[in-house]
């Protein structure tokens, strides 16, 4: 197949028999980034679109038009499509938490109208989607309590989390239901996803497997957490899947703001911890399903401007022009 005139190997190809490689799209990238998308990628997450704010903003009103079209891309294209992401702190309609006079719903209200939204979106991509983010970021990254604050918490109980799962696997028995969180290698924070999920599985909830989001840099975290990270949740008997790899240059408390490209240094440094990475995730292909980035070229990235306004990153394996960088050499194990 001519795809452009690209020559180097594809990646969904060079990983056809370890795992899916995916991106996240919104939709512009799927005009944009489109001959990119479709040469190296065989699985898409809309980044933005199918949340709660984006599909229902109001009670009695659904906004599925994003979303639509980028289940038509994936359907028109042949690829894999992640659903992102069911239940989340962030990124809700008010409405979902408030009766008519704008106080606090009660729990079943709250739980009514959770079992609502997850069989209505779930229902509608049922033939698109075969994985849902069921639950995203409940776990609190410091101290001991178990699960960070949030309205769902407040009005529902620490059982919304077990609800989600059972109203998702009722509207789609054949999704792939997913807990996804950040920070998942760092050890306090993994230690509390993992106990989540072993009580989840203790109590018969429907969960098939855990998102490691990999919002990673240069730095951070080390291959022997992200191992050690990789080897507890598989305990579990789960698979596992990478659903947000970036990889910024920056460390997370650099807010340098000079640099206008990355130097050679940084690149090189970006390969080869890309190299590594990819590595370790081959040794444990039994259990990764799917590595999906976020995003598919330094063109747009969500890194840009967040959490340094007014800088660029270059999280990923392709420069803004869509061309392997050496990270893409060294993970495709051969030279440009
Ligand atoms: C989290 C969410 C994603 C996205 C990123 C930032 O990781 O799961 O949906 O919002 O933050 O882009």
């Known amino acids: 197949m001519i795809h452009g005139n690209r020559t180097e190997p ?14 996240a799209v919104n939709p512009v990238t799927i005009e944009s980034q489109r001959e990119l998308l479709t040469y190296h990628y065989n699985s898409i997450t809309a980044e933005n679109e199918m949340k709660f704010e984006r599909l229902h903003p109001a009670e009695d009103t659904y906004t599925f038009e994003d979303a639509d079209q980028i289940a038509d891309f994936a359907r028109q294209n042949g690829l894999k499509l992640r659903g ?7 990124q809700t309609s008010a409405w979902m938490f408030e009766d008519q006079d704008g106080n606090r719903v009660d729990r079943s209200t709250l739980l009514e109208r959770m079992r609502s939204h997850i069989h209505t979106v779930v229902g509608r991509y049922k033939q698109d989607i075969y994985a849902w983010d069921v639950v995203n970021e409940v776990i609190a990254d410091e101290g001991d309590q178990l699960l960070r604050p949030s309205a769902w918490l407040e009005i529902a109980g620490p059982d919304f989390i077990s609800k989600a799962f059972e109203f998702a696997h009722e ?3 054949e999704a792939l239901l997913f807990y996804n969180d950040y920070n998942e290698s760092h050890p306090h924070k993994r230690d509390k996803i993992y106990a989540l999920v072993k009580s989840l599985l203790e109590q018969g909830v429907p969960i098939h497997g855990v998102g490691l989001q990999a919002h990673w840099n240069l730095y951070d975290p080390s291959l022997d957490d992200i191992r050690a990270a990789i080897e ?7 698979q596992l899947q ?4 970036d990889m910024s240059v920056f460390a997370f408390n650099d807010r340098r703001t000079d640099l206008l490209h990355p130097t050679e240094e940084l690149l090189e440094l970006q390969a080869a911890r890309y190299e590594a990475i990819f590595g370790l995730l081959r040794e444990y292909q039994e259990v990764i399903s799917s590595v999906t980035f976020w995003g598919a070229a330094d063109d747009y990235t969500w890194l840009n401007d967040f959490p340094v306004r007014g800088r660029k990153n270059w999280p990923f394996l392709f420069d803004e022009k ?15």
């Open 322 to 336: 869509h061309q392997p960088k050496p990270a893409f050499w060294r993970v495709a194990g051969g030279e440009g």
């Open 10 to 23: 594809s990646l969904k190809e060079l990983f056809s028999n370890q795992f899916l490689i995916g991106a």
């Open 84 to 90: 992102h992401t069911l239940v989340w702190h962030n």
């Open 242 to 245: 990478l659903t947000e790899l």
């Open 232 to 238: 507890k949740y598989a305990s579990l008997g789960l």
């Open 171 to 173: 509207a789609d028995p």
